[in-house]
């Protein structure tokens, strides 16, 4: 999912004539042209499909809206459908995880760009930027298999599975995002303002609060807003560890805490069950889950577009007026300064905790027989198969995002006018944020029975696709916009027409950065599992390569992952779901590092993904 | 540490001795040498200019002497403060509260004029509002701004044009009452009619404040100065009486 957050400061792009359709250009230049126009119309088309399914979905059958929002009793076989439990958990889990996670992720975002010398917080920052981009799988199974245990052993809550534990995993997920966007909106401050500070006597503590935070606190509170679109969308590693119990509320205000270890339900985890299979493409109990849907939709849109708009262009506000006392600066910068140092702590030993249990417990996957050999489900064997399904999944899926998020791109950075520009963006980024879920379900009916696909690996591919185009466009877009004015005056000036000068000025100057949107979009694609149990990948049985497109399922890690952890009793079969664990977050650190490696070459635009 | 409400005074008592004194500072990157070795001092009450071409290291001497080098860029020699040697690298918030350095660019954080002008105090001292704004009218008055701002205060202080920023950004110093006022080509960023409007400012503080001023114009240290150390490329310095 792409989100821009930092938009450069030349907003307008360079706008061009007309193509003109002189003789022998012509062709061409609607061969470009239709091309470019293709990648924004797939990002509308994504749109319209999302938008289509919910709203024939809710079309399909009567939805009380009324229950939907007051009642908390679901049960199908009485058609009652009350969606409150599930509002009420989704918020409980988001709640705890921006709780735990917003004042530690920004104290070590502060300690990373304001208290540790570069040499230090280049390399951390860098690894939490790796961290960021971790799949939620792989969260997921540290929480099944690290948080509930230890939840069940913190409260008396039989198994782990809570509202708690949910939140402390997403709140694990999302507190490296929060870092790395808000570490970016610190960096973004000019040097000149801390310098101007502390040259009055403040101490950094003081340089930090009058001097930096009010210039960077919009962009933070957007790597904020986009944690929470994270969370809300987050299905799968919610799934593992809330232990989906439905009608689950509060009976009173002071019940609220001893709700928090107990099991419950939400939106997304709703979603993800098994229910969408059962209701089938029309009636009420199907309209009921899309109405959910919009619900989350909704939610998720508030909150990502709301995120990107944040940081773009508002001034910054006045420090507060209150005057400081005098008494004590010293002890108190001291203290501040250990706090926020101490703040870098649990990030890093985030990081060094995961490394540390996928090594000791995923071992298994730095035998290269592992990686070669077929699987033979729970038992053991290797994952080959797995590997394979999910790189046919990422190859199919790039073949088919690159065109049209370069495309998409160019329209964006070149085309538009100014105000189509930003309402294609936020478009983009409304796309990028969607729960892959939703997109899941969409692309369910739509491949799986409309079209009659049944499980296809092709279906799971094009599903993928709406995650992947959105950081492609956006990334090109920026590039375009970083463009310096005179390339394109000049080749204005030679008298190229705007095609010739797509393709001679344009993609040589963009294609770095596109190609680096791509990775990050793969990255991000190759970790996705909610959208993919529904339409593309079984756990057993699938040949390893697809020969067809109907029918035609492949096994994938995230899947594999999913099913394993699920099925937690057998050491072999934890022992696999580690080993896939870690085999997928290599690739994942593959394509991410083949992504930085560009970005640092080629100095692209820098672009944030949720 | 000790309360930081005594620039004032501390001014008052040293009015006949010197208030920096700076002997063999060198500034080193690694092995190699880009500033000094420099030897000067600044005699309480005096302007000082400190000239020579570009790229010689002028502002980086600047911020050798308020701690605030670049990362990687290495102090030695000696420099003192009021006769007492100063202890680089502690993040000494109180050396910066003394020896006050106004940037080149003019830096306006958000806000109104009058928390632009309270900036630096209200977190050194503790006193009444009407204290803390007397304070406040004074420095403005002294950095010649009060006259064009007394009436909007509250006004966001983006609305200053560029020449009232670097007054501003003059006042804000002038109002924690430091030792010595250090201005890195406080005239560079402006234009013609600003320059001589902040010029004018730092005209008025001869006698009254200490001031080193750095500047590559020779006809502007000229105007201002009472005496001038020269920097050269060929990392040399040599102090030069100057015409009063």
Known sequence: MGLTLERPAQAPGPTLPRPSSGSGRGS??????????????????????????????????????????????????????????????????????????????????????????????????????????????????????????????????????????????????????????SVDALAAVPGRYREAAYSLGLTRREVVRSAVLPQARSGMRAGVLLGLARALGEAIAVFMVIGRADGRLPESLGDIFASLVRPGQTLTTKLAGPEPMLAGTSGPYFAALCGLGVILLALVAVATV??????????????????SSAWLRTPKDRVTTVVRLGALLLPGALLVGMLGILLARGGAALNPVFWFSPSEGAAGGGIRDQILGTLLLLATTALIALPLGYGAGIVIGTRASAKTARVLET???????????????????????????????????????????????????????????EITEAAFALGLTSSQYVRSVVIPYTWPATLTGLLLGLARAAGETAPLIFTATVFFGAPALPTGVVNAPVQALPTHIFTLSQDSGAPEAIA??????????????????????LRNRFEGARRWTT | M????????????????????????????????????????????????????????????????????????RRQGEVEVLGRPVRYGKGDAHLRSTVVLVPQTPVVFGGSILDNALFGLRHL????????????????????????????????????????????????????????????????????????????????????????????????????????????????????????
């Open chain 1, 576 to 597: 696999q779901a580690w080993g896939s664990a870690l085999v997928l977050v290599l690739i994942t650190a593959g394509l991410l590092s083949l992504a930085v490696l």
């Open chain 1, 306 to 323: 709301w995120g990107t708009r944040g940081s773009t262009g508002r001034t910054a506000r006045a420090p507060r007026a209150r005057r």
């Open chain 1, 427 to 485: 478009l983009t980024v409304a796309i990028g944020g969607t729960p892959t879920i939703l997109l899941g379900l969409a692309g369910y009916v739509l491949f799986c029975t409309t079209m009659g696909w049944g499980r296809s690996w092709l279906a799971g591919a094009v599903v993928l696709v709406p995650v992947v185009v959105p950081v492609v466009a956006l990334t090109t877009a920026g590039r375009i916009r970083s463009m310096p004015a």
């Open chain 2, 125 to 244: 001292v503790r006193a009444s509002r009407t204290e803390m704004h007397d304070r406040v009218e004074q420095a403005l008055r002294e950095a010649g701004l009060w006259s064009e701002v007394s009436g909007r205060l509250d006004t966001p202080a983006q609305t200053l044009s560029n020449g009232q920023r670097q007054r501003l950004c003059l006042a804000r110093a002038l109002a924690l009452e430091p030792a010595a006022l250090l201005l890195d080509e406080p005239t560079s960023a402006l234009d013609e009619r600003s320059r001589d409007t902040v010029e004018e400012s730092v005209a008025a503080l001869r006698g009254n404040r200490t001031v080193l001023l750095v500047s590559h114009d020779p006809a502007q240290v000229e105007r201002l100065c009472d005496r001038t150390v020269r920097i050269d490329l060929a990392n040399t310095c040599e102090p030069s009486p100057a015409a009063v």
């Open chain 2, 2 to 73: 000790d309360d930081v409400t005594t620039g004032a005074t501390t001014t008052d008592k040293m009015v006949d001795g010197t208030v920096i004194a700076v002997r063999d500072l060198q500034i080193l990157d690694g092995a190699k040498r880009l500033v000094g070795p420099v030897t000067f001092e600044l005699a309480a009450g005096s302007t000082t200019g400190l000239c020579g071409p570009s790229g010689a290291g002028k502002s980086t001497v600047l911020r050798a002497l308020v701690d605030l080098l670049p990362h990687g860029l």
């Open chain 1, 28 to 181: 061409r230049a609607r061969w470009v042209w239709g091309w470019a126009y293709s990648g924004i119309l797939s990002v509308l088309l994504t749109l319209a499909v999302l938008l289509g399914y919910l709203v024939t979905g809710i079309a399909s059958g009567t939805v009380d809206w009324a229950a939907l929002f007051t009642s908390s009793t679901w049960n199908p076989g009485t058609l009652a459908f009350g969606g409150l439990a599930m509002i009420y958990g989704s918020a409980a889990v988001c709640v705890l995880a921006l709780v735990l996670a917003v004042p530690i992720g920004w104290a070590a975002a502060i300690a990373l760009s304001e208290y540790l010398p570069p040499r230090l917080a280049k390399p951390l920052r860098l690894s939490i930027e790796l961290l960021a981009a971790v799949p939620s799988i792989v969260y997921g199974l540290i929480g099944i298999m690290v948080i509930r245990p230890f939840v069940a052993d913190l409260g008396d809550v039989p198994g782990g599975d809570s509202l708690l534990a949910a939140g402390i995993v997403l709140a694990v997920m999302i507190t490296p995002t929060i870092v790395a966007v």
